[in-house]
């Protein structure tokens, strides 16, 4: 699978890593397995795009899509966030659209940021009070 997954149930943290080729279709496939459980409700995310070497996508409006469905998967009322690193410019302009798609999306709760390098994108989420 070109996302693999990790879940720190001490940290509360998910980490994803995305590898290769990525489609739509895993990262809608990721999103459905990994959320749809109760025990990571509330939980953060990092996904790590360093390894992606193409994005293969129908339309651009796939990125709204998937902040839609995402959305909807959000615990309500919760505070968690999701980190995504993306160095290379064509996975960092993605990641940046479906941020943008995410702030639109009345029912999310997750705060989302991008960024170019995992220290930075580390360092975000854990920079928030004890919960």
Known sequence: MPIEHRIDHERRIVFAT?????????????????WSGSEVTGFDEIVDMSDVTEVLMPSSLRARDLAAVSARMDAPGGTSRLAIVAPADSTYGLARM????????????????????????LEWLEDRPAR
């Open 98 to 121: 479906y941020a943008s798609y995410r702030e639109l999306q009345e029912q999310g709760s997750k705060k989302v940021r991008v960024f170019r390098a995992m220290a930075d994108a």
């Open 18 to 34: 995305g590898r290769g080729v990525l489609t739509d279709q895993d990262v809608f496939q990721y999103q459905r397995t990994v």
